[in-house]
């Protein structure tokens, strides 16, 4: 079946634009999560979802960052205002129930704000 | 919380040699250690994972050996051919208060694999 879909795959922003990255998890998967990987490392957890719930935002770096996964299906990162240093490229996985181990993740949407 | 600390940054082998990676990590309650797989531009791929029940997991050329009371794991590749060439990643997890795995990453190792 089709895997975590996420646009746009790249993104150039000047700095103080607002963006907005989508993600499609698997279908039927409970669990997203949000991952931020900066250049030369690994991601680095920035929010989780169950459901439409979100249950964990300790990642988020500033309140610029928000996320939203309203009907418990395609989740929205957004940023406000982006600075340089949010430049990276933003991975979305899913898992099927929250206790299940593995993630499965997406192609990621790469950032770049100048 | 959870810290993982992983070396080499950087790995160059001949093919047909054998690779390792090392992980460690800090936190006692993790319980949950995959490894990802990233080549250029593409999505991290699980290739191999391990739980805290188990000391060692193979699965065709490369295997996965943990060490709880020394709190480190390593990716161990055998016979490595010029398409293992990639970054890969170790991570550890444990259930949270929410319930869900969250994943902290290693750095990463580059490894390359020369013909």
């Known amino acids: 079946g089709a895997g975590v879909s996420q646009s746009p795959r790249y993104k150039v922003a000047k700095r103080g634009q607002d963006v907005a990255l989508r993600c499609d998890p698997i279908?039927?998967?409970?669990?997203l999560f949000w991952y931020q990987q900066a250049l030369g490392q690994g991601p680095e957890f920035l929010t989780y979802?169950?459901?439409?719930?979100?249950?964990?935002k300790s990642g988020l770096p500033s309140d610029r960052f928000f996320a939203e996964r309203p009907e418990g299906s395609v989740s929205t990162l957004k940023i406000q205002r982006t600075q340089q240093e949010d430049s990276a490229v933003y991975l979305c996985?899913?898992?099927?129930?929250?206790?299940?181990?593995?993630?499965?993740f997406g192609p990621g949407t790469r950032l770049l704000v100048l | 919380g959870e810290n993982v600390e992983q070396h080499p940054s950087t790995l160059s082998v001949q093919e047909g040699d054998s690779a390792v990676i090392k992980c460690t990590y800090s936190d006692s309650a993790s319980n949950y250690f995959p490894w990802y797989k990233q080549e250029l531009g593409k999505r991290p791929q699980l290739i191999i994972d391990i739980r805290s029940n188990v000391g060692e997991k193979k699965d065709q050329r490369i295997a996965v050996t943990l060490n709880k009371t020394a709190k480190h794991f390593s990716l161990h590749i055998t016979e490595t051919q010029p398409e293992d060439s990639a970054v890969y990643f170790c991570?550890?997890?444990?259930?949270?208060?929410?319930?869900?795995?969250?994943?902290?990453f290693g750095t990463g190792t580059r490894l390359l694999v020369s013909p």
């Open positions: 279908s039927g998967h409970v669990s």
């Open positions: 991570a550890a997890s444990g259930l949270r208060h929410t319930g869900f795995q969250k994943l902290v």
């Open positions: 979802f169950q459901n439409e719930a979100q249950l964990d």
């Open positions: 996985a899913s898992s099927l129930v929250p206790s299940q181990e593995t993630q499965y």
